[in-house]
């Protein structure tokens, strides 16, 4: 990581604190990985300030493949950001200029903030600025790749600030990749625990649940499925009722990660 000279000091006891329960508390959520990402992003926004967290899992249609991005996960997010967002892991497009430099860069956790890999003139130019950060109003941002040779498996975790915010210093990139290099979660298969009441739902009320527990409305949940928004609020009732719980809320505490 390219360094920006910062007179802040690396480390303080409240950071040390921060990162242990960062750590700790993913550690807990073993059994959900989907919640995992959830609450590591959450809480590396409020730690380093950043209003948009986004977490992938990389398909090479980044790089002019066919194969989409995984295991999208995000916070501080509205609707129209997360499907820009999902149409850009979808299809690659408009191309990101700063993964050209993660993509050769060597290492387990690669930190870097836009600017240390892209010039702001180059950056401002980009149809992958002008059509998706801009609209959305994200600034300073910083990126950090997970490689897990073991599995296969590379991971972008994405974090920024709103435009205009102050931009990331060489402290935050490092309390970030310490953060994430003691995570077990990146460097490790995912896991699927099936629960009997889950397995006896009908067909229908699965793909239902599948889609709530991704973070879709029942509005979205409807136009995927192709069905009217009566028929799916009537599915989610039934649903609410076989798995015991009364609102989406306790949905998502007790199945995040499950299914």
């Not at 690669?110 to 994200?138: C, M, N």
């Not at 309390?175 to 397995?199: G, H, I, N, R």
Request: some cysteine.
């Amino acid at each position: 990581m390219n360094a920006t000279l910062s007179s802040e000091p690396f480390m303080r006891a409240t950071d040390v604190q921060s990162i242990l329960r960062l750590v700790g508390g993913a550690a807990e959520l073993w059994y959900q990985p989907q919640l995992q990402r959830q609450f590591t992003l959450d809480s590396l926004c409020r730690i380093l300030g950043a209003r948009v967290g986004v977490c992938y899992t990389i398909g090479d249609v980044l790089h002019g493949g066919k194969m989409p991005c995984d295991q999208f996960t995000h916070v501080g997010l509205d609707e129209k950001g997360v499907k820009l967002f999902e149409d850009y892991l979808a299809t690659g497009t408009p191309r990101d200029p700063v993964l050209d430099v993660l993509a050769v860069m060597p290492g387990r956790v690669i930190t870097f903030t836009r600017r240390e890999a892209v010039a702001d003139e180059d950056w401002y130019k980009s149809d992958h600025y002008k059509q998706l950060r801009q609209p959305l109003g994200i600034g300073p941002t910083l990126y950090i790749k997970i490689v897990a040779q073991s599995i296969g498996r590379e991971t972008l975790v994405m974090l920024a600030r709103p435009a205009g915010g102050e931009a990331f210093t060489e402290r935050d990139a490092y309390l970030t990749d310490l953060c994430l290099s003691e995570m077990a979660w990146p460097f490790t298969p995912d896991t699927t625990v099936v629960d009997p009441k889950v397995e006896s739902l009908q067909p229908r009320l699965k793909k239902v649940m599948k889609h709530l527990l991704e973070g879709d409305s029942e509005k979205q949940v409807a136009l995927k499925l192709k069905l009217s928004p009566h028929t799916v609020h009537e599915y989610v009732k039934d649903l609410y009722t076989e798995l015991g719980v009364s609102s989406r809320g306790e949905l998502l505490a007790q199945w995040v990660g499950k299914v």
